[in-house]
C-alpha cells in the first residue's frame, strides 16, 4: 500500500477550477437532496440501476475505456456511437477528453508526470487532481490523434454537460407517468446516479492503487481490488490491466469477475464484436501481450 504519510507533492504549480469545485458541490448537494425521503420511490431506484449500467458498465468501462482508449475490440460503427453516447452520459467529460486522459496515465502511470499519480495520496488520485489545472490537459491532442476528426465523438466532446437536459426531461415525464414525482426520477437519474458513477471510476484511480494484491510486478502502484470490480462491472482487476492495457478481458483468473469481458463476449457470440484481445501473460511477469480472437 502507498504510503500516506511520505505522499509526494504534484510537481507542477497548482491552479484551482472554480468550475469545477462549483459543480461538484452541487452534484453532490443535489444527490444529498435525492436521498430525502419525499424523493424515494420503487421507479427511481430502478431508474438509478438502470442508468448506472447504461452509463457505468455500457459507457465508461466498455465504451470509453476499453474500446476507444485500449482499442481491445471492435465493433460497427453504429453501436461504437452508441456506447460513446452512453459514455457522455456519465458526465465525465466527452470521449475525446476521457480518452486522452486515460492514455496519458497509462503513460505516466504513478509518476510525477501523471496527472492522479496515487504517490500523492488517496485523495488526490481520488478527486483532488480534478479541481486543479494539470498539464495532462494540454497533452490530449497529442495522445488521441485517432479520434480528433471524428464528427460524433467531437459532438459528444463539446456537448456532454448540457445531453443531461433532454435525459432530465425524459425522466421528468416518466415519473409523472408512473405516479412516482417527477423530481424524484430527475434526482435519482442524474445527480445521485452521477455521484455514484463518478465515484465508483475515481476509486479504480485511487482504491486500486492503494489495496488488493498484485499479479504482475509492474512498474506502478496498481493493485487487484474484489471490491472495487464488483462495483465497477470488472475495473477493479487494475494490476491485471496495467500489465496488459489492450486486454479486453480483465478478469483473468476464475476467482476474478469481469461483468464488462461477459458483455463484449455477447457481442462476440452476436457478431458484433470483432478482434477482440485477450491476455497473453505469465503471472509474476511485469507485462504481457493481448492478442485477437481468444475467449
Known sequence: MVSHAAAQRPPWNLSLRW???GFMVLIHSLAALALLPRFWSLPAVLTLLVLYWVT???GVTMGYHRLLAHRSFRVPRWL???????GALSCQHGP???VGL???HHRFSDTHHDHHNSRCGFWWSHMGWMLFTTPAMAMVPQFTRDLQDDPWLQFLSRWFLALQLPLAAVLYLLGERLGAGGWSLVLWGIPLRLVAVYHVTWLVNSATHAWGYRSFATDDESRNCWWVALLSFGEGWHNNHHAVPASARQGL???EPDLTWQHIRLLQ???LARGVKVALCKQGSSHGQAVSGGA
Do not use: K
Open 102 to 104: 486515460h492514455r496519458h
Open 269 to 271: 457470440i452476436l457478431g
Open 56 to 58: 457505468g458498465c455500457l
Open 253 to 255: 483468473r476464475w476467482f
Open 80 to 86: 461504437r456511437n452508441l456506447l460513446a453516447l452512453c
Open 19 to 21: 468550475d469545477v469545485v
Open 96 to 98: 475525446i477528453e476521457w
